[in-house]
């Protein structure tokens, strides 16, 4: 069974800070890896996917990295800032076709960015 | 491009009541899957539909079901309702594609039902 794991479950940083989002899994069968963010009471913004044949996606500030082989997926934000305080999710989709439309979902990071 | 539209965004309903959840998808979206989020449990995957049709399904109780019409519109009804479905339900629609990024699920803003 198909487990994500995200740690640390919270994190508070000052203004500017470059940090790091960690994201395991169990099952390295997997069809894509995706990361969210989520502010408070609101739905998930998509940030990046990455396919199970990349090792890396950027956009902006931010970069996630896959090693599908060791289960693990990490984002990197660049100089951080107020507005990136949110809740960051990672999720995969496991491969094979009774797997459709569904996305394993880890825990989540609260990241705090301290002006 | 209007996103993903979830109807409505606030329920409150009493034990032993049932419910209908309405998700409208991105324009072009196929694939509507819906979510599940609590403290407790975090987000899970309750089912998806693609062309009228489920396809995948979550570990959740018979009481939890859904449909999606030609226009890929989709509800959700929960029947029922016990004290623990009280959640924020999200869904998602997706294009469904071997395209690179059409298969990103983009969400909606959910429903939150509060059943006392």
């Known amino acids: 069974k198909q487990e994500v794991t995200q740690i640390p479950a919270a994190l508070s940083v000052p203004e500017g800070e470059n940090l790091v989002l960690n994201c395991s899994f169990t099952?390295?069968?997997?069809?894509?890896l995706q990361w969210f963010r989520q502010d408070p009471g609101k739905g998930l913004t998509s940030l990046l996917l990455i396919q199970s044949s990349q090792r890396e996606q950027t956009s902006g500030r931010l970069n996630a990295s896959l090693d599908k082989s060791s289960g693990r997926s990490t984002l990197y934000i660049a100089a951080s800032q107020p507005g990136d305080s949110a809740t960051y999710l990672c999720?995969?989709?496991?491969?094979?076709?009774?797997?459709?439309?569904?996305?394993?979902f880890g825990q989540g990071t609260t990241l705090q960015v301290k002006p | 491009k209007a996103g993903v539209t979830q109807t409505p965004r606030y329920l409150i309903k009493t034990r032993g009541q049932q419910v209908t959840l309405s998700c409208s998808p991105i324009s072009g979206h196929r694939s509507v899957s819906w979510y599940q989020q609590t403290p407790g449990q975090g987000l899970q995957f309750l089912f998806e539909?693609?062309?009228?049709?489920?396809?995948n399904k979550g570990n959740f109780p018979g009481r939890f079901s859904g449909r999606q019409f030609s226009n890929s519109r989709s509800e959700m009804n929960v029947s029922t309702l016990e004290l623990g479905d009280s959640a924020l339900y999200l869904c998602a629609s997706s294009f469904v594609s071997a395209g690179l990024d059409k298969n990103i699920q983009y969400f909606g803003a959910g429903t939150r039902l509060s059943v006392l």
């Open positions: 539909y693609f062309s009228e049709t489920q396809r």
């Open positions: 999720a995969v989709r496991p491969s094979g076709s009774g797997n459709t439309g569904k996305l394993i």
């Open positions: 099952d390295s069968a997997i069809y894509n």
